[in-house]
Every structure is written in structure tokens, then in C-alpha cells.
């Protein structure tokens, strides 16, 4: 048995503490007694007994901080019991799966190892594999990170070293991370190979790897290389990566990205892959400069394919430099689809810039669908700018269409200039259009009314009095709760007692708690004695 293993006196008892740092109570006691037994049993040469105490210790503590180290020894003890070779690898390599972290697993590797090869001799070659997959696994961090200390030297040995450890690695784990400290070196060289790798190799994790390596690597020929990885791989996966590297490249890399507007439009334009023609859209949106802004405004035009111009439309809306508006505008005006052209009224309304309201305005005028107007309305509240207001009060006033200057009223509030109480009132009082004038009431409960308190129930006082519509009085309770002011008191208790509709007076009820002042409780209990409050 290996010297490392048996273990005596107080290395073992250094083992036991460092195995185990932070398990107490009984389960803990218990589980640790047991692993002490097994591992005198280990340390006597007694494998059958080590087996059954290890067994045991499994069965009842499988998830205690003693597991991994008693499964490693259950192992070990099958095979000095003369377990057949094949069931001891597999008991390895069960446990390097469940255990992977464990500081037992490299001498389970070790072990796998060592009987993998006496398997391959003993007539069985299908252990080969397995043996080269093992000694890339095992050795593979360790030059890795002497590969990183190499890079970090400036050496020109280092490309050479990894790629001799990409080229001889059987494991895909080990060629990505030579393929990540590739990514770390600027020079023509890495950018060329990295290419090469994200287009041949045959792991599709290790050509994303590639792909994004080149990225990392930045500088000039980054772009480049990406544009011939897009050229000439047929994996999916990595030509979606590869977009996406390209609209994410550096800033010294910038001045080139221009160069990958072309094929980005080619595989947009060719439509035959839907995902990758939107990746395409979001790259060129991604990427600066007035060739990638053209070809955009040419897709939300003239794109055969509505999922393209759509992506296209949101790439626009999201370019950090300047877009041409009247483009989108025309979108809004002229599309057939009832969703892009809302849709296009929503970029005008989020670049919010000069030109956005002007360009909402001309939106009202000029189209002739009820929809697209109400959407324009609303977008024009979206743009947060105060030079919208006047036009959405004057539209709530007079909008052409019921639907219209309601969803002007909502425009004003989603302004967020906190519009006072007069101004709904206004609306309310005012307004040719009963819904707007019922969206105004809403607001007004939901602001709370105004400061002049007396004054604004005063005003709504006139308006349940005169009011026909009972869902309109039913807002004005609402409205005159919220005010949370003595001055409401009075009015709500006559229309608790006397509106002709039922939802008004319970309306009414309800506001009075809402209220809750004495005063209100007062009126609430002559409410229900039937008394009449002076």
C-alpha cells in the first residue's frame, strides 16, 4: 500500500481533524467513531472488516463530511479483497463522479489509472481511452496553471506550450482552458490557430471557447478572425457566438467592426435561420456608425421577413448614436402591421430626444387609424417631456374620439410631473368625452385631489349633484375618500343616504372609513342608526 495513504500517530489524527472541520453533535460523534474504526482496520490489513465499517458508516451518514474519504477506502479494500479489476474501476470512477472536489480523488484517478492499464494488457483496449482521458484529467491543471505562470512571463514559448498541450489533450476540458489562456495573447499567431480551433475542433464547447477567445484577445485581426469563423463553420452555436462577439469586440477592435457589417446583413437578409438572422439585427444594432444604421433603417423598411424588421426596429430604438426618426415615423404611418407600427411609436417615444414629440404629433395628424392614434397618445405621456403636456390636456378636452382623449388622460399621468388635482378637475368638469372625463375621476382618487381641500370638494360636490352617469358619481366617492379631509364628510353621508344607485352609497360607505376621522365614524353611525346628521 502507498505511503501516502497509511497513515499513524498524528498525521492521523491531523487527517481526522482536517477531514471533518466543522461536525459536531451525536450524528457527527457517531460517524467519526466509526470512520476511526474502519481506518484501523485499513491501517491492519483487515479489508473485510474496513469494508463492512465503511459500508455501514455509507448506509447511515451518506451525506456526513466523513463519506467521500470511506467511499474512497470501500474501494480500495474491494480491490485488495480481490474484486474483479472491472468492478474496481467503476467503484472509482463512481466515486470521482460523486466526489469530484474530494482530496481523494487524484489518488482515485491514480488508482483508475493503474488498473486501467493492467485491463488494456490483459486483453481489453476498450480501457485505452479511458487511461488517456484519465492522465489529461490528472496532469492537465497542473500544466495549465504552469502554462498561465508562463504566460504571465512574456515568453515566446508560451503560444508554442499551448498549443502543444491543445494539440496532445484527449479532454475537452483541458483544450478549453488551453484555449482560454490562448484568448490572453494579443499576437497574429493565437488570433489564426484560435480560428482554426473554433471552426475544426470536435468538441462544440471547445469552438464557442475559441470564438470567444478571439474576442478576449482584442487588438487588430480580432474582427477579422471572427468574420472568417462566421464564414466558414456550419455549427450554430458558434456562429451565434461569434455575432455575438463581434458586437461586443473591444474598443481598439471598433474601427474594424464596420468591416463585419456586410455579413452580418448577409445572414440577416438570407432569412433561412431565423435566430441567427435576429442576432445579426442586434449585433449591427450593437455596432456603431452610419453603415450599420443604414442597413438597419433598410430592414424596417423593406425586410421580407416581419420577425427581422421587428428586431430591427427595437436595434434602432436601442443604438446608443443618433437615428433618423422620420424613418420610424414612416413605420408608424405606413406599415400594415397593426404591431409594428405600435411598436414603432414606442421607439420614437424611449429615444426620447429632440424631435420625439414633434415626430408624435405628426403621428396625430397624419394617420387615419383609431389605434395607431390612441398609441400615440399614450407614447406621448411615455417621452416624459413637458412639452407633451399642453397637447395631451387639449386631447383630453377635445380629442376627435372618446377612446382618444381617454388615453390622454392616462398620457398625463404617465407624465409623472405629479399633475394637481385642477387639472383632472378640469378634465372632469370640462371634457366633451364621458370616459375621459371618468379616467380623469380615477385619477383624481388616485392622487388624492388637491391641496385647496374645501375647494376641490366643493368642485366635486357640483359634479355628483349633476353627474347622470353612476359610474362616474361612484369615482367621485372614490375621489373624495382619498382626500383623507373632514370637508368630504359632509357630502359623502348625503350621497350614502340619497344617490338613486346602490354602488354609489356603498361607495360612499366605503370612503367615509377610508376617511376614518371621528367626524366620518360620527357619520357612519348615524348611517346606520338611520339618523339624519345635522
Known amino acids: 500500500?502507498?505511503?501516502?495513504?497509511?497513515?499513524?500517530?498524528?498525521?492521523?489524527?491531523?487527517?481526522?481533524?482536517?477531514?471533518?472541520?466543522?461536525?459536531?453533535?451525536?450524528?457527527?460523534?457517531?460517524?467519526?467513531?466509526?470512520?476511526?474504526?474502519?481506518?484501523?482496520?485499513?491501517?491492519?490489513?483487515?479489508?473485510k472488516e474496513a469494508r463492512s465499517v465503511y459500508e455501514e458508516l455509507l448506509r447511515k451518514y451518506p451525506e456526513g463530511e466523513w463519506a467521500a474519504a470511506s467511499?474512497?477506502?470501500?474501494?480500495?479494500s474491494g480491490e485488495k479483497l480481490g474484486d474483479r479489476p472491472e468492478k474496481v474501476f467503476d467503484c472509482y470512477q463512481n466515486f470521482i463522479e460523486q466526489y469530484r472536489s474530494s482530496k481523494w480523488a487524484d489518488d482515485a484517478r491514480a488508482d483508475m489509472i493503474r488498473i486501467g492499464h493492467q485491463l488494456a494488457k490483459g486483453g481489453k483496449p476498450e480501457y485505452e481511452a479511458q487511461i488517456r482521458v484519465l492522465e489529461d484529467t490528472n496532469d492537465g491543471s497542473?500544466?495549465?496553471?504552469?502554462?498561465?505562470?508562463?504566460?504571465?512571463?512574456?515568453?515566446?514559448?508560451?503560444?508554442?506550450?499551448?498549443?502543444?498541450?491543445?494539440?496532445?489533450?484527449?479532454?475537452?476540458?483541458?483544450?478549453?482552458?488551453?484555449?482560454?489562456?490562448?484568448?490572453?495573447?494579443?499576437?497574429?499567431?493565437?488570433?489564426?490557430?484560435?480560428?482554426?480551433?473554433?471552426?475544426?475542433?470536435?468538441?462544440?464547447?471547445?469552438?464557442?471557447?475559441?470564438?470567444?477567445?478571439?474576442?478576449?484577445?482584442?487588438?487588430?485581426?480580432?474582427?477579422?478572425?471572427?468574420?472568417?469563423?462566421?464564414k466558414g463553420s456550419t455549427d450554430r452555436e458558434v456562429k451565434r457566438a461569434t455575432i455575438y462577439a463581434l458586437a461586443k469586440s473591444k474598443d481598439e477592435a471598433r474601427r474594424e467592426q464596420s468591416e463585419a457589417v456586410p455579413i452580418l446583413v448577409q445572414i440577416a437578409q438570407s432569412g433561412s435561420d431565423s435566430l441567427l438572422a435576429r442576432d445579426a439585427i442586434y449585433a449591427l444594432g450593437a455596432i456603431g456608425g452610419e453603415e450599420s444604421r443604414r442597413a438597419l433603417e433598410k430592414f424596417v423598411q423593406d425586410s421580407r421577413h416581419p420577425q427581422?424588421?421587428?428586431?430591427?426596429?427595437?436595434?434602432?430604438?436601442?443604438?446608443?448614436?443618433?437615428?433618423?426618426?422620420?424613418?420610424?415615423?414612416?413605420?408608424?404611418?405606413?406599415?400594415?402591421?397593426?404591431?409594428?407600427?405600435?411598436?414603432?411609436?414606442?421607439v420614437i417615444a424611449s429615444r426620447r430626444e429632440e424631435g420625439s414629440v414633434k415626430a408624435l404629433k405628426e403621428i396625430l395628424a397624419a394617420s387615419k387609424d383609431?389605434?395607431?392614434?390612441?398609441?400615440?397618445?399614450?407614447?406621448l405621456g411615455a417621452t416624459g417631456s413637458p412639452e407633451a403636456r399642453d397637447m395631451l390636456l387639449d386631447l383630453a378636452l377635445n380629442g376627435p374620439s372618446p377612446e382618444t382623449a381617454q388615453a390622454a388622460v392616462y398620457g398625463l399621468a404617465a407624465l409623472k410631473q405629479k399633475e394637481?388635482?385642477?387639472?383632472?378637475?378640469?378634465?372632469?368638469?370640462?371634457?366633451?368625452?364621458?370616459?375621459?372625463?371618468?379616467?380623469?375621476?380615477?385619477?383624481?382618487?388616485?392622487?388624492?385631489?388637491?391641496?385647496?381641500?374645501?375647494?376641490?370638494?366643493?368642485?366635486?360636490?357640483r359634479v355628483a349633484k349633476e353627474e347622470r352617469d353612476p359610474d362616474l358619481r361612484q369615482a367621485v366617492a372614490m375621489a373624495l375618500g382619498m382626500t383623507k379631509s373632514d370637508e368630504a364628510v359632509g357630502i359623502l353621508t348625503e350621497i350614502a343616504r340619497s344617490d338613486r344607485n346602490t354602488r354609489v352609497r356603498t361607495a360612499a360607505v366605503n370612503a367615509l372609513s377610508q376617511i376614518g376621522t371621528p367626524n366620518a365614524q360620527k357619520a357612519l353611525v348615524d348611517i346606520i342608526r338611520g339618523k339624519k346628521t345635522p
Open 1 to 47: 500500500m502507498s505511503g501516502r495513504r497509511i497513515l499513524t500517530g498524528l498525521a492521523l489524527a491531523c487527517l481526522l481533524s482536517d477531514v471533518a472541520p466543522g461536525q459536531s453533535g451525536s450524528a457527527g460523534e457517531q460517524a467519526e467513531k466509526l470512520y476511526q474504526k474502519g481506518y484501523k482496520a485499513v491501517l491492519g490489513g483487515a479489508w
Open 71 to 76: 467511499q474512497y477506502w470501500l474501494c480500495y
Open 142 to 230: 497542473v500544466r495549465l496553471a504552469a502554462l498561465y505562470a508562463l504566460r504571465q512571463t512574456g515568453s515566446d514559448e508560451a503560444i508554442d506550450a499551448i498549443v502543444s498541450l491543445y494539440e496532445t489533450s484527449h479532454d475537452p476540458g483541458v483544450r478549453r482552458d488551453a484555449v482560454h489562456v490562448l484568448g490572453t495573447i494579443a499576437s497574429e499567431k493565437t488570433l489564426k490557430r484560435l480560428a482554426a480551433i473554433a471552426q475544426t475542433d470536435s468538441s462544440s464547447e471547445v469552438r464557442v471557447a475559441a470564438v470567444y477567445g478571439i474576442a478576449q484577445s482584442g487588438g487588430s485581426g480580432a474582427v477579422t478572425s471572427l468574420k472568417e469563423v462566421l
Open 308 to 346: 427581422v424588421a421587428r428586431a430591427a426596429l427595437f436595434a434602432l430604438g436601442n443604438k446608443a448614436d443618433g437615428v433618423d426618426l422620420n424613418v420610424i415615423k414612416s413605420v408608424a404611418l405606413s406599415n400594415t402591421d397593426a404591431e409594428m407600427r405600435s411598436a414603432a411609436i414606442y
Open 370 to 379: 383609431e389605434a395607431t392614434r390612441r398609441t400615440a397618445v399614450a407614447a
Open 420 to 461: 394637481n388635482g385642477e387639472t383632472y378637475l378640469a378634465i372632469v368638469k370640462s371634457s366633451k368625452h364621458t370616459e375621459a372625463r371618468r379616467a380623469a375621476l380615477y385619477q383624481l382618487a388616485s392622487t388624492g385631489g388637491s391641496a385647496d381641500a374645501k375647494g376641490f370638494v366643493e368642485s366635486l360636490a
